[in-house]
C-alpha cells in the first residue's frame, strides 16, 4: 500500500529522528477515506491485489508440505508494512493468515478498523496498529514468517535500515515480498506523467521518481543483509483495462521475493562466525492472476 515511511534508524543504527515524514502525512491524509473505493484514487491498487495475492500464496505453498487448501496460508503469521485500509492485509487473512498492518497514519488505520469490522472472520485474524516499522522492531524480533511491503520501499528514506529492520523481525527463512516501481525513463513518463499528471490513476505528487528502486540495488541490498533473492518478476498496468499482468521486463513495476538466511546473528552484532543453514527452499513463483 501506499505509506508514509520515512525510515530513521533502530538500535544499534540510532538516530532520533522520527521515521514519518509530515509532508507525507499530509499527502495521505486526505486520501484516507477512500481507501475502499475501487473506482477512486486507489482503483489499481485494488486490482493489484488479482496477482500480487496469487503471487505471496503460491509461493508460500510451494515451499510447504503441509496447508490446508481452504486455508493455504492458516499459522503464517503475516506483518503488512505499510498497509493503508487493509487493501491487502484483508485477502491474505481469508487465506488463513494471521495479520499484523502497520502503518504510521492513524487514518488509514481507522479505516481499515472499520472494513474489517464487518467481517468476524477478518475481525479475529488481523490487529491493525498505527505504528512505525522501527517500533515493531522493538517489541518483535524475529516474531514473523512473513513481511510484505507493497507499493512502500519508494516512499522510504533509507532503504538499507529499512530492510535490516525487516531482518529483525523476520524469523530465519521467513519471507520477504515486496512490489515498488524501478526508475528508468520509462517509469518517469508513465508512472509519473501519465499515471498522475494526465490520466489520474494516482494522485498527483504521490511518487518522486528520484526515489524509485532499480532492482539490481534492491537485490544487493537484500543479499548483502543476509537475504537470498529468489524471485524477480516484472508486473504491468494496462490502464484502459484496469488490470495487472506479469511480464518479463522489469522496467516498469516488479515484485521480489526474499528469503531470510536461516544463520544465527545475521543482524551484524556479533563477529562470531555463524553456522549457515544452507538448506533454503526454493520458490518459484505462481504467477496466476
Known amino acids: 500500500q501506499l505509506s508514509l515511511f520515512r525510515l530513521a534508524a533502530k538500535r544499534p543504527f540510532s ?5 514519518v515524514d509530515s509532508e507525507e502525512i499530509k499527502k495521505f491524509q486526505l486520501l484516507a477515506h477512500k481507501w475502499w473505493d475501487e473506482e477512486g484514487e486507489y482503483s489499481a491498487l485494488h486490482s493489484m491485489n488479482d496477482i500480487r495475492v496469487p503471487f505471496i500464496r503460491d509461493t508460500l505453498m510451494s515451499m510447504s508440505d503441509n496447508y490446508h487448501l481452504g486455508n493455504p496460508l492458516s499459522g503464517v503469521k503475516i506483518l503488512d ?38 467481517d468476524p472472520v477478518l475481525a479475529k485474524r488481523i490487529q491493525y496498529k498505527s505504528s512505525s516499522l522501527e517500533e515493531i522492531v522493538e517489541e518483535s524480533m524475529e516474531t514473523f514468517d512473513v513481511i510484505v511491503a507493497s507499493e512502500v520501499v519508494e516512499h522510504v528514506a533509507d532503504l538499507e535500515t529499512f530492510i535490516k529492520c525487516c531482518s529483525q523481525v523476520l524469523k530465519p527463512e521467513g519471507s520477504l515480498f515486496i512490489t515498488t516501481i524501478n526508475r528508468t525513463q520509462l517509469s518517469y513518463v508513465l508512472g509519473i506523467v501519465v499515471a498522475e499528471k494526465i490520466m489520474g490513476i494516482v494522485p498527483e505528487g504521490t511518487h518522486e521518481w528520484e526515489k524509485f528502486v532499480p532492482p539490481e540495488e534492491l537485490e544487493h541490498l537484500l543479499e548483502s543483509n543476509g537475504f537470498s533473492v529468489k524471485t524477480v518478476n516484472g508486473m504491468l498496468y494496462n490502464p484502459l483495462w484496469g488490470s495487472w499482468s506479469w511480464m518479463e521486463s522489469t522496467s516498469l513495476n516488479y515484485a521480489v521475493h ?32
Open 15 to 19: 538516530t532520533s529522528h522520527s521515521s
Open 81 to 118: 508494512v505499510g498497509c493503508g485500509g487493509g487493501l491487502l492485509s484483508e485477502p491474505l487473512a481469508r487465506l488463513g493468515a494471521s495479520v499484523t498492518g502497520i502503518d504510521p497514519l492513524e487514518d488509514n488505520i481507522r479505516t481499515a478498523d472499520r472494513h474489517k469490522s464487518f
Open 258 to 289: 526474499a528469503v531470510k538466511s536461516g544463520a544465527q546473528g545475521q543482524s551484524g552484532l556479533t563477529d562470531a562466525p555463524a553456522e549457515m543453514d544452507i538448506q533454503q527452499h526454493s520458490a518459484t513463483a505462481g504467477t496466476a492472476g
